[in-house]
């Protein structure tokens, strides 16, 4: 009598995992050029995906909330401040991706604390490079089959 297979044998002896719609999931480097794309440039991630709506909403949200943070005047963050607050919000300020050193790069030297929104531009600054990992996260997500 002959032994059906199941699917964990298929996939142990042909040595790819698939996915759900049946298609062999990337491989680790793919993955890797996927999510450096999609923290650099907002949205990236998605429009390599071929998700084109989603990559516009979420790159034009992105940036459009680091300029509101730097027009309302919000302060860069130092890592070597020595207080892990400040740490913490240079690391959300950078995974805003190559937002931040283009500001940089053309003059934006940080917040001025005595504007009346300065506080709410940082808060802008940081809260677009968490969106902007949210959005990463959710590229890789994708890209694993574990969402539509």
Known sequence: MAKRTTEAETVVKSGVEAGRSGMALPKTGQLVWLCIAAWLIPGCGHFMLGKRGRALILGTAIILMFLSGL?????FYAMRSGSILQSLGFLGEMCVGVALPAAKFFGYSGGDPFFVSADYGTAFLVSAGMLNVLAILDAFDISMERKP
């Not at 027009?71 to 302060?75: D, I, P, S, V």
């Open 71 to 75: 027009a309302m005047k919000g302060e």
